[in-house]
């Protein structure tokens, strides 16, 4: 049973174009996470949600935005899509982004945006 | 500004020998520092952490050490393994819950 799963896996579409990228947990964790690694391979976080509620919201573009229906689900949705959207998107949990702890991140397996 | 900096993008070392790999930050307020092993077409995995508090610990192969006055923590490995060749990030969270991740260091351990 896979913890973190993402979908699509591969998404290649054409600027101007909106999509969308689910992600789920399984594991019962408060938190989720999206996280962008261009192709300098740099993780970068974009969005961090508790419960359902907006915690961390880097400078990242208007055009992204994220949808968290309940803890398990935390979506990112992406408007006119720009070349440099091209990247791996990594949705990840963690059981309580804010708690004294080690706070280990649990990813998923990517989700790989081409954007011709 | 990069706050967590792996300066080596690549590191190779033989089966049964050392692997060191390096991380340096910049801000204080960091209290735990975590490192993740990344396959390709996967997502990166948890490995080990320390906290700001401590100086080593150590499971299994790997112990991580932290020098808090140089900023600067490390990863050994020891034996290395070829199955250990993957991309390591080292990642330093604050309590705020924010982790924020160096570019990473790709490991080769060769046979």
């Known amino acids: 049973d896979t913890a973190v799963s993402q979908t699509p896996k591969y998404l290649v579409t054409q600027m101007g174009n909106d999509k969308s990228i689910k992600c789920e947990q399984n594991?019962?964790?408060?938190?989720m996470y999206w996280y962008k690694q261009d192709s300098k391979k740099f993780l970068k976080i974009m969005f961090s949600?508790?419960?359902?509620?907006?915690?961390i919201n880097e400078t990242v573009p208007n055009r992204f935005s994220p949808k968290s229906p309940d803890k398990a689900h935390l979506n990112l949705h992406i408007n006119s899509l720009e070349l440099g959207d091209s990247a791996v998107y990594f949705c990840?949990?963690?059981?309580?982004?804010?708690?004294?702890?080690?706070?280990?991140?649990?990813f998923g397996e990517g989700s790989r945006l081409t954007v011709l | 500004d990069q706050q967590v900096k792996q300066n080596s993008p690549s590191l190779s070392v033989q089966e049964g020998r050392i692997s060191i790999l390096n991380c340096d930050y910049t801000?204080?307020?960091?209290?735990?520092f975590l490192w993740y092993k990344k396959y390709p077409a996967e997502g990166p995995t948890f490995l080990i952490s320390?906290?700001?508090?401590?100086d080593k610990n150590e499971d299994g192969r790997f112990t991580v050490f932290l020098n808090k006055s140089a900023k600067h923590l490390s990863l050994h490995i020891v034996p290395s393994q070829p199955g250990d060749s993957a991309v390591y990030f080292c990642a330093a969270r604050t309590n705020a819950g924010k982790s924020t991740f160096g570019d990473g260091t790709t490991l080769t351990v060769k046979p």
């Open positions: 990840a949990s963690s059981q309580d982004g804010r708690a004294v702890g080690t706070g280990e991140l649990f």
């Open positions: 949600y508790n419960n359902k509620e907006l915690i």
């Open positions: 801000n204080s307020m960091f209290d735990y």
């Open positions: 594991l019962g964790h408060d938190t």
């Open positions: 320390i906290s700001s508090i401590k």
